[in-house]
């Protein structure tokens, strides 16, 4: 499989004093799921900035499809990379489909307007995530879980090969968090490369996914889930004790907490 | 349509005669026909009336325009034109320029670089502190704002009162009375190259209107598309505000209007505003110069039709603001 995006050797730090992270290398194939995780505050959603390009790395660098990001023009990486917010914050009621066709922008020139070819590119984009019928409501009016997956749409409309999501579940009932859960396998089964940050281990068991640990050493793991998730390494970085137990019956490893 | 028939009815309207039939004449004529005309019609309706009918519907549209821009760009739905400074620096230019005795004309143009070079200011305190975040320039205009009007009553504060500082609140009330043609030609290209790239950006405007950070993963190159767009707003402003003084309530009230109506889709809602704003402006100027025998400045009637409407608006939207 081709390699999507390679970290090599990346370091940051907003003051340029203080290193939020350093040393990180991995890669990212074309429709693979990656499991960012780590404990509060060290510096998983800044590293996923890192690789959409929104922060400047300290050290090292990101290469896109073989290319280092840092000399492409934020066009071509939008070309490749859609990126899923934790929250969208939207001003404006604008209806789902005209936010979703936003998604062609790197596809258009800066005075080009989205002509009826983008809107059935939108549309279809939509159907995908079959929420067709959220077409003409403003997207200030729908629930979270469907503003998720509005979010997904557009990204699906950009015609990215490799979607960034930050914390896709953290403001899901758990009912969605599966459904979340569930789309983002649905699209790495279609090709799409994910990488995404979540609060939870047991989701690395459940999307059966590589995992990036940062650990709260600041070190870095990266491979298949079996590979790295351990009970030391868990309980160490969350810092309380968790176990690693396959369950019968639904024949799948599990991520607990055995008590209080 | 509605546009060019409020026109004509507004020319047919004034001090001197109220009869249609007259201006319509006076238009035939000057097109070639043969139709008996009245001659001081003719100069009343091509010198006075028409540059100040123009000049209203000019004005009209660039401030809604420049408030729907501004609106979208700082993501609120509350902000106008004067988000940055432009009319306070424009009133400190103006009053400088009548408390140097200056005439009409520098006065108007002491009013565009005030404005100008307000929104310049503006924009340097985020450069200079190395925060380029909308928030930071938000602040920023506030920091010039407040300055400026402190600049203002200073100027209010010395001027002498019976000439100096009446000229002073009456420009601040914003008027077309004194309007030449001379003026609409000055600031009709800063209109049409102004509008034109904010229109064919109106689709890049809905996205800057999600925030930076979306913008930028969809590949939008932020600092120029937000320059040239506050430029072009600010430039909108400057120009209007120049020759009739600051006028509320347009490029805050239209701009929702607009939305209301064909939605949130700058590629819909900028042309719409820039038609109502024009034909809103066109209304107020008329009830100005012919509801009373004398003149009612602009922000008066602005703020007695703009503020009610606003509320209206956010009656009928009460539901959506949560």
């Known amino acids: 499989m081709d390699s999507l995006l390679q970290v090599k050797d990346l ?247 055995p008590g209080l | 349509m509605l546009l060019l028939m409020g026109i004509f009815i507004s020319l047919s309207l004034g001090r001197y005669s109220n009869d249609p039939s007259k201006v319509l004449n006076v238009f035939l004529s000057r097109l070639g026909m043969n139709v008996p005309v009245d001659p001081a019609m003719d100069s009343i309706v091509f010198n006075v009336r028409l540059p100040r009918v123009l000049a209203s519907v000019m004005i009209g549209a660039m401030l809604s325009l420049a408030g729907a821009v501004y609106q979208s760009v700082f993501r609120n739905p509350l902000v106008s034109p004067d988000l940055l400074g432009v009319s306070s620096g424009a009133a400190v230019g103006a009053s400088a320029a009548i408390l140097l005795g200056a005439g009409l004309a520098t006065r108007q143009i002491f009013a565009f670089a005030g404005g100008i070079l307000a929104v310049f200011i503006t924009s340097l305190v985020p450069r200079l502190l190395r925060n380029r975040s909308n928030m930071m320039l938000v602040l920023s205009g506030i920091i010039v704002g407040g300055f400026l009007s402190s600049v203002l009553a200073i100027m209010k504060f010395m001027a002498e009162e019976q000439t100096e500082l009446a000229s002073i609140v009456y420009w601040q009330l914003g008027s077309l009375a004194t309007i030449l043609g001379r003026e609409l030609w000055a600031i009709l290209p800063v209109f049409l190259v102004c509008s034109t790239l904010l229109l064919l950006l109106s689709w890049r405007i809905n996205i800057l209107s999600f925030g930076d950070l979306e913008a930028r993963t969809l590949g939008v190159n932020l600092r120029q598309v937000r320059t040239i767009v506050i430029i072009c707003a600010s430039l909108l402003t400057a120009s209007a505000v120049s020759i009739s003084g600051t006028i509320g309530w347009v490029g805050l009230v239209i701009p929702h209007l607009s939305r209301l109506i064909v939605g949130s889709d700058n590629t819909r809602s900028m042309p719409l505003t820039i038609l109502v704003g024009a034909i809103f402006m ?23 039709v703009g503020a009610p409407l606003y509320a209206l608006l956010l009656y009928k939207q009460r539901t959506r603001l949560e």
């Open chain 2, 282 to 304: 066109l209304l107020i100027d008329t009830l100005a110069r012919t509801v009373t025998s004398v003149e009612i400045p602009l922000s008066i009637l602005t703020g007695f």
């Open chain 1, 11 to 257: 370091g940051f730090s907003y003051d340029g004093s203080r290193q939020i992270f350093r040393d990180i290398n991995f890669e990212v194939l074309a429709g693979e799921i990656v499991c960012l995780l780590g404990p509060n505050g060290i510096g998983k959603t800044t590293l996923l900035n890192c690789l959409a390009r929104l922060r400047e790395p300290l050290q090292g660098s990101v290469l896109l499809n073989g290319q280092d990001m840092a000399s492409l023009p934020p066009r071509s990486v939008a070309r490749v990379i859609g990126y899923v917010p934790q929250t969208l914050l939207p001003s404006f009621d604008f209806t789902v489909l005209e936010y979703v066709v936003t998604g062609n922008a790197p596809w258009l020139d800066t005075f080009e307007k989205p002509g009826p070819e983008h809107y059935l590119l939108a549309e279809a984009a939509l159907e995908q995530m079959e929420i067709s019928h959220l077409a003409q409501k403003p997207y200030t009016r729908i629930s979270t879980g469907e503003l998720q997956q509005v979010s997904i749409s557009r990204a699906i409309a950009q015609q990215a090969r490799l979607i960034l999501m930050d914390e896709p579940t953290a403001h899901l009932d758990y009912g969605n968090q599966l459904k979340v859960l569930r789309l983002i396998k649905d699209l790495s089964a279609r090709g799409y490369a994910v990488v995404l940050t979540t609060h939870n281990p047991d989701q690395v068991l459940l999307l059966d996914s590589k995992t990036a640990v940062i650990d709260h050493h600041s070190i870095f793991h990266f491979g298949p889930w079996q590979e790295i998730l351990t009970e030391e390494l868990l309980s160490d970085m969350y810092g309380v004790p968790l176990r690693l137990i396959k369950v019968e019956g639904i024949n799948r490893m599990v991520s607990v907490a």
